[in-house]
């Protein structure tokens, strides 16, 4: 069971990136899917979340309006556009799954995803 992030890379100030997450060893289709990020020295916060069917969103308010996060269960892949990035966006992006299924348990509590990818670096210059 695997989820590999990628799409991360070095921007300046303005700039956008597009993150995406695949599964293998497994489908995540049914699952809730959320992007985290951990910035240098601080502690692991939730960016978006998305639930299976795609019919409820969360956003953190720092990245309302400039990030968008979808999902292809098709082919068992999450995204994050990321548009207008700022260097306080700089951080390790993390992707992860929760076996929750139902819509309005949406969770953006690190503790309640249990499937996790290996991170992939964003970092924004100004």
């Known amino acids: 069971v695997q989820l590999q992030a990628s799409g991360g890379g070095s921007v300046q100030t303005g700039g956008s990136l597009r993150l995406s997450c695949a599964a293998s060893?497994?489908?995540?289709?049914?699952?809730?899917w959320g992007w985290f990020r951990q910035p240098p020295g601080k502690e692991r916060e939730i960016v978006a979340a998305?639930?299976?069917?795609?019919?409820?969103?969360f956003y953190a308010d720092s990245v309302k309006g400039r990030f968008t996060i979808s999902r292809d269960n098709a082919k068992d892949t999450l995204f994050l556009q990321m548009n207008v990035l700022k260097p306080e966006d700089t951080a390790v992006y993390y992707c992860?799954?929760?076996?929750?299924?139902?819509?309005?348990?949406?969770?953006?509590?690190?503790?309640?995803?249990?499937?996790w990818g290996q991170g992939t670096l964003v970092t924004v210059s100004s």
């Open positions: 060893g497994r489908t995540f289709r049914t699952y809730h």
């Open positions: 998305i639930s299976w069917g795609g019919g409820r969103l």
């Open positions: 992860a799954a929760d076996q929750e299924t139902t819509d309005w348990r949406l969770s953006s509590l690190t503790s309640d995803y249990e499937y």
